[in-house]
Structure formats: structure tokens, C-alpha cells
């Protein structure tokens, strides 16, 4: 290699050349004729270039020069970028300087080394041999100028460097600046803040950053600069290196730099663009700024009459929306339906979404009718608005209410009639029982056999009518049943034994039931006349012993009260008891002692027997008197049903209430009112808890 670079060097001055160019990354040269001496007058320049990147180290290892005064005979000049070195002479003194075991460092990639000699070289001075080579330069740890250094990081490898930068920055084109991408920052939020990236630190570098601000239309945008504002500028020119421009609609605002903040900016607009450009150098701490934005007012709203406005401001704008409510007692009209609130909102026009609705009063309407019963209004003009007030009452004489409940009903804001107790459920018209309004009269024939029953003093009375011939009786008890006895309803088996009786029932179409009725024949103005729709036996009732001989029809319509038809009031199982001795009264159209058929209904009054008296007089007779049986009748006979009078009422005064009360219903007997026998009938208080679980009747 040595002797292919000494060619190189040879053949080039060999051609008479002085400039020498050395381009190989290592070499060496040496002045003419060495290690002779050197020529008088030379003039010989070696430029030595080696790849950008490196820089050049150079030395000698021999080096001997004729000595001058500040070298200005012989000398070697070095030069590179603005580094110069001078050497001569063997040694170094005051005035001049020998290289030694120095090298000597090149400022850039370049090198030039020139060797010059004067007209004479009497002592003959051998000259130089110098060798240089290409060295490696850290440009991280080197200081660069700015416009060369890495922005963040700075990487050195051999011959050259390259930069990088922090977490989410990236390396601009220029390979060392580091820039964000900020062109895509969307606001839609009514306020906010926006500032410089990584700000109060240092922007980056190089950037290009757009921030929208867009909101409806109806918004108007303010931005208001807060804080350290600081960006690069220029005493002369108008932000030449960085700078921030805000467009708003039509409108610029800006460039702005320096140090001095733009303040409050009202934009008039609903779509604002912040666009922020940067150089490549300059540390400077950047902007904020938080924006608000207000919508277009509309005007005050006037609260409707009987209404309210919620919530209540002094300014409304674009968005606000308002809820309008009457107040209690007052609803809005929307399309037929009323409605409770009304919502309204402020358009971005500045104008309400719509007009403002009026209240209008509460107006439950007619109240449902009562039956059997009416309705009073409590305020003049019969009026059905909010807050009025009726009351419900039964019709008199016939008809009555629990006593205990309040029967005022208040028109309510859900359009209701509502009263306190029963919410919207009417109230009860019961009718009013065991109170004839006819009495029998207060003097009467104490007959025996039995008297006629004066016209309506036994309104309860029921007559079970079949071709127009009364078969049994029963007793009307609430508005829409008969009890009679469960035998009546049932086939004889033998048409000549009738008590005799088989377990199929008579045909429900078959007889009538009338109320009202006193003659046994003849039809009469005061009769209501119905065929039953339901007949219900008692589930206990035994044929053949007549236990639990009770049945209850339902009729298919309420009867209408009247002076001639009025119920009989089912026994209270507390004070409606009958003990022996107590008077109780049996009416019917049965038979006369088993002969003919009276002409009008009949009555008898006759003493409860002791059960267990009458009990043995039948078991003499092989017949049982059980516990739902009561017998009534007198020792010495006489009085007594008979034949046609099953099924009717045996009734008593309630000494508490002082009404009527159903004690039994007729049932059967051996013969009719022979002595030492008496009259059978089934005991009402025995069957009362299955008579209300089926009628749900409650005396009132
Ligand atoms: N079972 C008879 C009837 O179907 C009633 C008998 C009443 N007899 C009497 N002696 N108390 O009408």
C-alpha cells in the first residue's frame, strides 16, 4: 500500500504538478527528495479530502525544516475551515513551532497542507514525512450549530449521525427537527380550553397545527387568551417564523406573536379555526386560551294564566329549553288530550320552539250515577271543575248507605271523583230491610188458626208459583235473592207422599217467583214477578232427613223497593237468637189444616219450642230433629204451617235494632197443627256464614 500511494505522489510531481489530491480514507507524503534534502523553491500543496463525516488527523513522523524568524523561509502551512497551523525549524522556539508527537485535526472533512522552501537549502534540511488518516466525529457530542443539532435525541454511528424524537412527536423531513400532528383537533363542546402542544413548555418544532372549534349554528364563539403567550417574533418583519391566525365565518384575526397576548376575542361566529405554525427552531413557551360560547336569546317568556315557567332566568338563549306547567287543578289541551307539562325549547332563529299553551281548569265531568241512590253538588251551578265537591245518597225509605262512611267525593286533578275511602269506588246502596213501612195493625184478633196478613206488613214475602197456584213461599233478602227451603225445589218421587222427595231439581223455568202478593190467586198492581236464574242449595241439604233444608234463587234483576216489597234482614249472629218462648211469626198461603187454600196470605205467631222437647216427640215418631232445626209451635196445637207454607219466612224482631229478622224458613211437621206436635223449620243462623259467602249481603 505504502509504495502504491508513494506512485501516486511520485507520478504526480513527476507531471510537473503542485497540487496533490489525497482522497483515501489513510496515506502518507513526504516533502521532495526525501530523506534527501529538500529542493530550494518548492511550492507543493496536498489537499486531502475524506467522506462528510469524518475529519483528518494528521502527523509526522519526521520533521526537519530550516529554522526561521516566525517561518518565513521554509515552512509547512495547515490549514482547514479557519484552523491554521504553522510549523518549521528542528525545535520548537518562541517564534516558531515544530509539530513533534502532536497531530494535528482537521476542522471539517478537508485538509490543506502546504509545503513551501526559499531559494536555498545550503544546510541541506532532510524535510517531513506525514501521515493522516480519516477519523470518526461524535456530532452529538460535537456543539453544532442549531440549524444542524437534533431537535431531541442525537444518534452517532461511524461517519455520520441521525436524530430521533420523544414519544409522540415525529421527525420532520428535515431529519432533525421533531413536529406533532395536530391539524385534526375537533371541539364541539360548548366550552373549552385549548393550548399549544405541551404547553406552558416549549411548542415543537416545524408544525403546522389546526385546531375547529364548530358548534351549531346559533353559538357564538369568544375566545379568551389566559396565561403566558409567547411565541417566536421578529423586531421588523410581521411574525415571519411562528405565529397563530385565527379565521372565524368571513373574519381573520392574527397573525399573532411575541409576548403579547390577542386578550378576549369575540369571534361572532359558531365555527372558529386556531391555525398555529412553527419554524424549525426557537424555544418558545407557546398560548391558551379557553373559549365559551352563548347561543342567540330569545325573549322572556310570559307564564300562561294559572301556569308556571320553569326554570325562571333572566336571559334565555339558543338551547334553553323551558318546561311550562299549570298549576294544580289546571292542565294544557294538546290535540284533544290534556297534558301535564309542556316543553318548549329556544331555537337557534332566537324564537321559542312554540307558542305558549293556556291552562285549562280540571273538569271530572258528570259523576257516574249511584244506583238506587243520587247525587247532590255542594256548589252552586252544579259545577264538575277541580275541587269541586258531591255527595252521594241513597234513595230514601228503601234504601240506605253504610252510616259510617263520609259519601263526599272531591273532583281530584286526575279528572277523578275521588273520596277518601273508596278512591273512585262508588258507595253502596243497600236496601234498608226488616223495617215495613206498612205495620200490621196494633190491635189484632188473637186467632188461633191464624190471621190474614195485612197488605205489605210481610213485604219479605215471596210466593213460589207454579201454573198460577202457589207451591211453597220464600223471603226476599237483599236486592237480588229469595231463600226458600231446599224441598221446594226438588221433584216429589211419589205424587201422593210430596215429602217424599228425590234429589232431582224442579225445572228453573217451570214457577215463578213473585213479591209483592197478597191475594193466593189473584194478580195484583203491587206484584213483581220474575223467574229465578240461579237455584243453590244448600250443599248439606239431605233429602230424605229435610237437614239443611235451605236454597237460595238468585233472580235474573235487583227488585225495585216498594211500600209492598222490601227484604227481611238476614239474623246478626251476635243478637238475632232465638230462645224458647220467643215469639216469632210464620206466614204463607198454605194449606189450612190440610184442607183448602186460603184466599189471601196468612199469618200465625206462635213460641220457639225447646229443641230438645220437640226432638223426643218426634223420635217417638222415628224422625230426627237435628242441630240446624228449630221448632216452633204450641203444645195444645192450632197454630201451625202447613202444606204450601215450606220455603216461607219465620220471622222475629231484633230487640236491639228493632227490625225483622228471617229466624227460620218453614220445613216440614206431621199433619198440621195437631197437639203435642210442632211445626219444623230450618234454623236460618245455622246456614247464615254460606247465605252471605254466596249473596254477599250485609245488613245495613
Ligand atoms: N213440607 C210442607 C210444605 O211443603 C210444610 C210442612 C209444614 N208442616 C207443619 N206441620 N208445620 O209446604
Redesign the pocket.
Known amino acids: 500500500m505504502g509504495c502504491f500511494w508513494f506512485f501516486v505522489l511520485c507520478f504526480l510531481r513527476l507531471c510537473g504538478a503542485n497540487v496533490t489530491e489525497l482522497v483515501g480514507m489513510f496515506g502518507k507524503f513526504q516533502s521532495p527528495n526525501y530523506p534527501e534534502g529538500y529542493p530550494s523553491d518548492t511550492d507543493i500543496t496536498w489537499n486531502i479530502t475524506v467522506p462528510l463525516g469524518f475529519h483528518i488527523k494528521l502527523y509526522f513522523m519526521h520533521f526537519d525544516l530550516e529554522p526561521s524568524y516566525l517561518c518565513e523561509y521554509d515552512y509547512v502551512k495547515i490549514t482547514s475551515g479557519d484552523m491554521l497551523e504553522t510549523f518549521c525549524g528542528r525545535e520548537s522556539t518562541d517564534t516558531e513551532k515544530i509539530p513533534g508527537q502532536d497531530s494535528v485535526f482537521s476542522f471539517d472533512n478537508s485538509m490543506t497542507v502546504l509545503f513551501k522552501t526559499d531559494f536555498s537549502n545550503e544546510e541541506r534540511f532532510t524535510g517531513f514525512e506525514a501521515h493522516y488518516a480519516a477519523i470518526d466525529v461524535d456530532e452529538c457530542k460535537e456543539k453544532l450549530d442549531e440549524s444542524s443539532a437534533c431537535d431531541h435525541f442525537c444518534h452517532n454511528y461511524i461517519g455520520g449521525f441521525y436524530c430521533s424524537c420523544r414519544f409522540s412527536y415525529i421527525l420532520h423531513s428535515d431529519n432533525r427537527t421533531c413536529k406533532v400532528e395536530c391539524s385534526d383537533n375537533v371541539f364541539t363542546e360548548r366550552s373549552g380550553i385549548v393550548s399549544s402542544p405541551d404547553y406552558p413548555n416549549p411548542y415543537p418544532k416545524s408544525s403546522d397545527c389546526l385546531y375547529r372549534i364548530e358548534l351549531e349554528d346559533g353559538f357564538v364563539i369568544t375566545l379568551d387568551f389566559t396565561g403566558i403567550f409567547d411565541l417566536e417574533d421578529h423586531p421588523d418583519v410581521l411574525c415571519p417564523y411562528d405565529y397563530l391566525k385565527i379565521k372565524a365565518g368571513m373574519k381573520e384575526f392574527g397573525p399573532f406573536c411575541g409576548d403579547k397576548s390577542p386578550g378576549k376575542i369575540a369571534t361572532n361566529s359558531s365555527r372558529v379555526q386556531v391555525l398555529f405554525h412553527t419554524d424549525d427552531s426557537g424555544d418558545n413557551r407557546g398560548w391558551k386560551f379557553a373559549y365559551t360560547s352563548v347561543g342567540n336569546p330569545c325573549p322572556v317568556i310570559q307564564p300562561p294564566l294559572n301556569g308556571k315557567v320553569e326554570p325562571v332566568l333572566e336571559i334565555y338563549s339558543f338551547k334553553d329549553q323551558v318546561q311550562i306547567r299549570c298549576n294544580v287543578g289546571f292542565k294544557f289541551v294538546k290535540g284533544g288530550d290534556e297534558v301535564e307539562a309542556y316543553q318548549i325549547e329556544c331555537l337557534k332563529s332566537g324564537t321559542w320552539s312554540s307558542g305558549i299553551p293556556t291552562c285549562k281548569v280540571i273538569d271530572c265531568g258528570t259523576p257516574l250515577p249511584l244506583e238506587d241512590g243520587f247525587i247532590t253538588f255542594r256548589s252552586k251551578d252544579n259545577l264538575t271543575l277541580f275541587g269541586s265537591r258531591i255527595n252521594y245518597s241513597c234513595n230514601a225509605l228503601f234504601y240506605r248507605m253504610d252510616p259510617d262512611l263520609n259519601t263526599t267525593y272531591t273532583c281530584m286533578e286526575n279528572n277523578f271523583w275521588v273520596n277518601d275511602e273508596l278512591g273512585t269506588d262508588l258507595p253502596t246502596c243497600h236496601p234498608v230491610c226488616g223495617e215495613p213501612r206498612i205495620q200490621r195493625p196494633s190491635i189484632q184478633p188473637k186467632i188461633a188458626q191464624g190471621r190474614v196478613v195485612s197488605r205489605g206488613s210481610s213485604p219479605w214475602i215471596a210466593m213460589l208459583s207454579k201454573n198460577g197456584i202457589p207451591f211453597?213461599g220464600g223471603s226476599l233478602i237483599g236486592k237480588e235473592w229469595v231463600v226458600t227451603?231446599a224441598?221446594?225445589l226438588h221433584l216429589p218421587s211419589d205424587p201422593d207422599n210430596?215429602?217424599q222427595i228425590d234429589s232431582v231439581l224442579i225445572n228453573i223455568t217451570s214457577f215463578k217467583v213473585i213479591l209483592g202478593r197478597q191475594k193466593t190467586l189473584r194478580k195484583e198492581e203491587t206484584e213483581q214477578e220474575y223467574h229465578a236464574k240461579n237455584i243453590i242449595t244448600h250443599p248439606r241439604y239431605n233429602g230424605s232427613t229435610f237437614e239443611y233444608d235451605i236454597a237460595l234463587l238468585e233472580l235474573p234483576s235487583k227488585v225495585k223497593m216498594m211500600d209492598y216489597i222490601m227484604p227481611i234482614c238476614l239474623p246478626e249472629s251476635s243478637t238475632s237468637t232465638l230462645h224458647t218462648g220467643d215469639m216469632v211469626i210464620v206466614s204463607g198461603w198454605?194449606k189450612q189444616f190440610l184442607h183448602s187454600i186460603p184466599e189471601t196470605l196468612m199469618e200465625i205467631e206462635i213460641p220457639v219450642v225447646d229443641h230438645n222437647q220437640c226432638k223426643e216427640v218426634y223420635s217417638q215418631l222415628g224422625r230426627q230433629v237435628t242441630d240446624d232445626m228449630i221448632c216452633a209451635g204450641l203444645k195444645e196445637g192450632g197454630s201451625?204451617?202447613?202444606?204450601?207454607?215450606?220455603g216461607g219466612p219465620m220471622v222475629a224482631v231484633d230487640e236491639e235494632t228493632n227490625r225483622w229478622f228471617l229466624g227460620g224458613t218453614?220445613?216440614?211437621?206431621?199433619?198440621?197443627?195437631e197437639d203435642n206436635?210442632y211445626?219444623?223449620y230450618s234454623d236460618v243462623s245455622k246456614s247464615l256464614k254460606w247465605i252471605q259467602n254466596i249473596t254477599k249481603i250485609k245488613n245495613i
Open positions: 211453597c227451603a224441598h221446594c210430596p215429602e198454605g201451625d204451617a202447613c202444606q204450601g207454607d215450606s218453614v220445613s216440614w211437621g206431621d199433619g198440621c197443627g206436635r211445626g219444623v
